[in-house]
């Protein structure tokens, strides 16, 4: 039986039973060729994976098998008419050796909504968490044990119909994946408002985790980053007047003793991260809001002298500081990180209740059993 529960209480919300078709270990771990503390992100994978599969409406069975290559044809559907969504997790070690997961239920809720958008089938909780919990305890060795190390989560679900012709596939795979990772980015970031691509549009697919929202923000991408920016800050698509996020990030500022988002619509992911932010905002007094948010607001808020801070939110990096805002060839500069009251706080406090060496008033981590 797999359970997993909340740490502080002990109060166990789900047990989620699932039976596995089959185990197949690795007949040599890689973990001892690595140092999981160090490698980059995203590139080393840890020793095995979790499978669901997917036919005539069912889940039809579930296993554990190494990480290795795909067995699947060039034909199938996920690779032509992009029906495959992900979603982005991670998972802690904790002071006292515990592995913990940080607001899983969120991400298991967020990938069914991109499912249903997707016209893909929904993961029962049994797979999302069950095979979660069976992976994580065998590859749990690979969780970074630095300050600022986690282990990647990438939970995703493709179509694997062979077969050409626009249409919702009736076979499908539910797949985990996890990498180790350290710290995302290392020095603030500087962006660029881009006043002429979009990311997302209303009506449209902005909300989920589709791999075409992402494939279609590399270009923009790449015109800012040979001008010498980082990231993106994507804006609404029929004014460009309005910002939305950055990068693949949700977006915040601190104006004043504010702290303002844009609000949710179908144009903008909802981040955990951003949920957890603004939970932790309104704990600690400040004002919170979500609203939409214009590109004169934050210059004005530049110019006299109370825009604070801005930053991203997201599962990668926690808190991306952003240092320079671009917009119409002129560079905003930010006040430095040391200047700043509430992102630093944030992120330290992020981390300590993620390591738990802070309690965990709000419930958010799960310990793996
Ligand atoms: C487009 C986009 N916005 C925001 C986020 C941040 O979401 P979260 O905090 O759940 O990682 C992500 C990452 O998943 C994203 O891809």
Redesign the pocket.
């Known amino acids: 039986m797999l359970t997993w529960q909340t740490i502080n209480t002990h109060v166990m919300i789900t047990t989620a039973q699932l039976h596995l078709d089959k185990v197949t270990l690795t007949k040599k771990s890689r973990l001892a060729d690595q140092d999981v503390n160090k490698v980059p992100f995203g590139k080393v994978f840890t020793d095995h994976i979790f499978v669901a599969e997917y036919e005539d409406g069912k889940w039809i069975k579930s296993y554990i098998e190494p990480y290795g290559n795909a067995p699947m044809s060039y034909a199938v559907s996920a690779l032509h008419y992009g029906q495959t969504i992900f979603e982005?997790m991670k998972a802690f070690r904790t002071v006292k050796d515990e592995t913990v997961l940080f607001r899983p239920q969120?991400?298991f809720h967020?990938l069914n909504k991109s499912a249903i958008r997707m016209a893909m089938p929904e993961v029962p909780e049994e797979i999302f968490m069950g095979g979660l919990v069976e992976l994580l305890k065998i590859d749990k060795d690979w969780i970074p044990t630095d300050e600022f190390g986690s282990l990647y989560i990438r939970p995703f679900i493709i179509a694997t119909d062979e077969a050409i012709g626009v249409r919702p596939a009736e076979t499908y795979k539910f797949v985990i994946i996890m990498a180790p990772a350290g710290k995302y980015y290392s020095e603030p970031l500087k962006v660029l408002i881009e006043s002429s691509y979009f990311?997302s549009v209303e009506g449209g697919v902005?909300f989920v985790?589709n791999g075409g929202?992402?494939g279609r923000s590399l270009y923009p991408t790449i015109l800012a980053q040979k001008k010498g920016y980082q990231q993106v800050i994507w804006t609404d698509s029929k004014t460009h007047q309005y910002v939305e996020?950055s990068g693949?990030?949700?977006l915040m500022f601190v104006i004043g003793n504010k702290v303002i988002t844009p609000g949710l619509e179908d144009t903008?992911?909802a981040?955990?991260?951003?949920d957890t932010v603004l939970k932790l905002a309104r704990l600690w007094g400040y004002d919170v809001e979500e609203r939409k948010v214009s590109i004169k607001e934050v210059i004005e808020a530049h110019e006299n002298g109370t825009l604070k801070e801005a930053f991203g939110?997201?599962?990668?990096a926690t808190i991306a500081h952003i240092q320079t805002i671009g917009y119409k060839d002129h560079d905003y500069q930010l006040p430095p990180i040391e200047e700043r009251k509430f992102s630093p706080k944030v992120d330290d406090t992020l981390r300590a209740i993620r390591k738990g060496k802070i309690e965990d008033t709000f419930g958010w981590m799960e310990k793996v059993c």
């Open positions: 982005g969120e991400n967020r990311r902005g985790k929202n992402y996020e693949t990030m949700n903008i992911l981040g955990i991260t951003r939110t997201g599962t990668a």
